[in-house]
């Protein structure tokens, strides 16, 4: 009687072996399991891997198909359905193996490589449309082809930058500063943006926001700034006191451009207030060489006065 039993129990059921790997061909221990049949509701099965990334179970013989649902914290859920006979491992057997990989959070599948890809060529389709028509100053056209970039890859930095520089050539400021407020939730600190943002608000009328960004961007590595930018920088920074700081914006201003008469007398005043009188004499005679009548002329005279008297 046991021996037919036995007999029975073989022909009756059939034993699944599964084994769950990594990229690294690693067994991954704890991988939690469900495991459906779609040709019975009332069948459901869950395990958990050995440290070979292991579990085994008897399958009754009826059942054609199984439905896999693995997860395991760090990597991407895996969901499949697989009919038995591809998972047998000989006509002759009733042992049935089937390997599963996982792919890490971070990891790309196969199948999503190719979607990125596709992705990818149908973004770029627009982008190159998009740079075609900025060439030919047809900006508020190729700020649409960027925007089309951007809504296919949610994440092309670039297309939002040269939306954002579209619309600025258009003096379409504020939608400038809203695409380039994009590119910066993907890449903050890129001072080619700030710039944008910095400068749509100053054509706004917008000073204030101007200056925010225009901070902003002072302190990163590739910062290139006109000597109009520096000339404001230092106003900033002489309006918080901080002269020393605003003498070396203004002397640089200078350096880019020599006869910024503003940019003496402003140097002339951050010298007088450091007490540094020698410097200070000679940038207030700069600004009256270059502006005689100029609007701060009449003080320059008197400071100069003040400083040859001492």
Known sequence: MILLLATYSQVTARRISITVMNT?????EKTK????????????????????????????????????????????TLEETIELRRMRSSQSSFLYEGTFV??????LTPEQRAQLKVTNEKALEHFNAGIALFEGEKFIEAAKEFEEASKIKPDFYEAYENMAASYFRAEEYEKAIEAANKALEIEPESYKTLKIISI??????????????????????????????????????????DDEEA???????????????????????????????????????????????????EVAKAILESIKKN
Do not use: W
Request: aromatic share 12%.
């Open 200 to 241: 749509s608000y100053s054509a706004l009328g917008n000073e204030e926001k101007a200056m925010e960004y225009l901070e902003k961007m002072k302190h990163l590595p590739d910062a290139e700034f006109s000597p109009e930018e520096l000339y404001n920088l230092a106003v900033t920074a002489a309006n918080r006191n």
């Open 33 to 76: 399991v469900i495991i459906t049949s779609p040709e019975r509701n009332d069948f459901k099965k869950e395990f958990f891997t050995d440290k070979k990334g292991k579990f085994a179970f008897l399958l009754p013989m009826e059942i054609k198909s199984l439905s896999f649902h693995l997860e395991k914290e760090g990597y991407q």
């Open 24 to 28: 690294k061909n690693e067994p991954l």
């Open 102 to 107: 996982l792919f890490q959070n971070d990891e």
């Open 247 to 297: 003498k070396q914006y203004f002397e640089k201003a200078i350096e880019l451009k020599p006869d910024f008469a503003l940019a003496h007398y402003q140097l002339g005043m951050c010298y007088f207030r450091l007490n540094e009188l020698e410097n200070a004499q000679k940038e207030l005679e700069r600004y009256l060489e270059l502006e005689p009548e100029g609007e701060h002329a």
